[in-house]
């Protein structure tokens, strides 16, 4: 648990405060979505909904858009990825940046629809529609690099 919350602060270190400095948004990785997918993969329900959950709220706080929409689009992704990952091999590189990129696409629809149907302004889809493929080519490309750390073909133990 000590090793997971190091390096969720790491990742709210480089999202929030390194990544916007050096890259264009639609350019920046989105890694505590990547994050999510991995506990989504690994982590047991109990563990894994609150924390991803939380890791959207944290999104929110630090994006500056509406408080609790990315809080509720993780939780969503996350629970319909664990619907299924009992059924796959979690320990697969090619999945977890498959699902990655899944992620971030039913994130995205998730988003774009509660926005259309909570704001008046129809400029903010059609801004986001075109920051979707370098947002999915990024988060695939950061998921990738995950798989590179020793020890990601490791399974995880439980208490």
Known sequence: MLLLSGLILAALVLQAAVFPVFFRPPF???????????????F??????????LLGLFNDVFSGLYLGLDAFTFLVVFLLIRSVSDRLYADSAILFVLTVAGATLGGFTLNLL????????????????????????????????VTLFPGFDCQLETA
């Open 114 to 145: 509660l926005l259309i149907m909570m704001t008046s302004s129809p400029e903010i889809a059609y801004s986001m529609i075109s920051d979707i493929i370098p947002r999915l080519l990024v988060n695939s490309f950061a998921a990738s690099l």
């Open 44 to 53: 047991p329900f109990e563990i894994g909904a609150p924390l991803s959950w």
């Open 28 to 42: 920046k990785p989105d890694l505590l979505l990547v994050i999510m997918v991995f506990m989504a993969l690994r």
